[in-house]
Nanobody, 121 residues
Framework: QVQLVESGGGLVQPGGSLRLSCVAS????????MGWYRQAPGKHRELVGY???????KHTDSVKGRFTISRGSDKNTVYLQMNNLKPEDTAIYYC???????????????WGQGTQVTVSS
């Protein structure tokens, strides 16, 4: 009943930029936080960054100064602006939402299907 749909991935040269988008839809009462994770081949999924309902942001150290997470005005959309991309940023990027489908508990976690980002010359 809740869907997260990512878009914006693709192939880009080192030093280039991409902007990922994720829209949450369905039965949603409140979104507490939305974030981005990534998983490179042969590696564990790792946090890239998140933004809370109050606007608090966190970015993992490896992307600080290059990536910026932000929310849309509708609060159901999250963006990841990625600048100065490096080959080591190549991964599948997943959107994640911590939300309440209904008024009151429980608070649930949802994932998107992922979008491929490839950084290569």
């Amino acid at each position: 009943q809740v869907q997260l749909v990512e878009s914006g991935g693709g192939l880009v040269q080192p030093g280039g930029s991409l902007r990922l988008s994720c829209v949450a839809s369905g039965s949603i009462f409140n979104i507490n936080a939305m974030g981005w994770y990534r998983q490179a081949p042969g590696k564990h999924r790792e946090l890239v960054g998140y933004i809370t309902s109050t606007g608090l942001k966190k970015h993992t150290d490896s992307v600080k100064g290059r990536f910026t997470i932000s929310r849309g005005s509708d609060k159901n959309t999250v963006y990841l602006q990625m600048n100065n991309l490096k080959p080591e940023d190549t991964a599948i990027y997943y959107c994640n939402a911590d939300l309440n489908p209904d008024a009151g508990p429980p608070e649930l976690i949802y994932w998107g299907q992922g979008t491929q980002v490839t950084v290569s010359s």
